[in-house]
């Protein structure tokens, strides 16, 4: 059974930093881009970040851009979100995902999440 | 970056009932669309992939259509398990971006 299973979440100061994981089981994870979404709670959804199957292309919101820095440990299953000079306007859940790839013979891959995790709780607050 | 915009924003039907939740994007995506459905404390559920494709495993009530801008998440037959807040996302290029969501009650 596929498993994305985020943790690192909790409280920070606003400018601190925290590292997010997301461990993934019951799927090759090297075969698979990954996506960071957020949520601010009763909110809706916000696209932060993926990056590809071997680490070497990343993209980024332009809201985080700069303080956020995604990665991945192909050896160990795990996906990560560095969020450093945290902001309150950062506080939201994250959710991992894995993306589905399709292919189009002209305009080349497109890249869709299809299973996402339970979500990790990060609150920016002093 | 591209915009997407759903209408309407609530939406309260009855069980039996057929809805439709409709999705524009701000400039075209061709089918690179994806609908979510997402209930309260839990993670977004994969509905519908490129416009009109059905994920494994969802109801056959649910459809997707549209291309270009303009598309739609049509629940046939409402079930009160459908009662959730639904979002259109495009993976056409970076950023991605979601629509505001609709939130469905079952009356």
């Known amino acids: 059974e596929m498993q994305l299973v985020e943790s690192g979440g909790g409280l920070v100061q606003p400018g601190g930093s925290l590292r997010l994981s997301c461990a993934v089981s019951?799927?090759?994870?090297?075969?698979?881009?990954m996506h960071w979404v957020r949520q601010v709670p009763g909110k809706g959804l916000m696209w932060v970040s993926r990056?590809?199957?071997?680490?070497?292309?990343?993209s980024y919101a332009e809201s985080v851009k700069g303080r956020f820095t995604i990665s991945r440990d192909n050896a160990k299953n795990t996906l990560y979100l560095q969020m450093n000079s945290l902001r309150g306007e950062d506080t939201a859940v994250y959710y991992c995902?894995?993306?589905?790839?399709?292919?189009?013979?002209?305009?080349?891959?497109?890249?869709?999440?299809?299973?996402w995790g339970q979500g990790t709780l990060v609150t920016v607050s002093s | 970056d591209i915009q997407m915009t759903q209408s309407p924003s609530t939406l309260s039907a009855s069980a039996g009932d057929r809805v439709t939740i409709t999705c524009r994007a701000s400039?075209?995506?061709?089918?690179?669309l994806a609908w979510y459905q997402q209930k309260p404390g839990k993670a977004p559920k994969l509905l519908i992939y490129?416009?009109?494709s059905l994920e494994s495993g969802v109801p056959s009530r649910f459809s997707g259509g549209g291309s270009g801008t303009e598309f739609t998440l049509t629940i046939s037959s409402l079930q009160p398990d459908d009662s959730a807040t639904y979002y259109c996302?495009?993976?056409?290029?970076?950023?991605?971006?979601f629509g505001q969501g609709t939130k469905l009650e079952i009356k």
């Open positions: 995902a894995r993306s589905r790839k399709f292919y189009h013979f002209f305009t080349g891959y497109y890249y869709c999440p299809d299973s």
């Open positions: 019951g799927f090759t994870f090297s075969d698979y881009w």
């Open positions: 990056i590809s199957d071997d680490g070497s292309s990343t």
């Open positions: 400039q075209s995506i061709s089918n690179w």
């Open positions: 490129k416009a009109s």
């Open positions: 996302q495009h993976f056409n290029t970076y950023p991605y971006s």
